[in-house]
């Protein structure tokens, strides 16, 4: 099964994709409820850090794909599917207000930290892809592939370790 038969198969039913996105806002939403002001002492910081995990995976992925589609694809905005390139976003960003509105910050969740240089990490990939899409430079050379690997990871450790001496 290819990506786009998933997704194809998601649209013809979208019922359980739209259970999820719908019910972990809610979690978080009674979450904010039954443990008011304790959101970053446990059980409710790891109860936090679950709901965190269950939507951000497929927010991730979904914000990765747009990029991906917009920039290397050049897709219309209009064709993008709603069920599974809209939704997990507004669904994340949902979700990760009303834990902000509990908990006093980001910083009491477990692994928080992981998912956010995760998502460094893919646009930092993203963004050096895009740069070397976009100068078309060919290289004519005897050059192993292995060692391309290598040359494109330490760029991306470059890059890496650049924006956290930046901002961090």
Known sequence: MTLQQFFDRIGERPDWVLFYFA???????????????????????????????????????????????FLFERRSIFDFNIYTQILPFFSMFLTLWLIRRNVVSFDYIPGFQKLSGLVLMIFATIALMWIVDRTRIVVFSYLKFEYVLVIFALLLVLLLWGWRKLFG
Do not use: R
């Not at 979450?31 to 936090?48: C, Q, R, S, T, V």
């Open 23 to 69: 019910v972990v806002p809610l979690m978080a939403f009674l979450a904010g409820l039954l443990g008011k002001n304790e959101g970053h002492i446990p059980p409710w910081n790891y109860f936090y850090a679950f709901l965190i995990y269950l939507i951000c995976i497929p927010g991730i992925f979904s914000v990765t794909l747009n990029v991906y589609l």
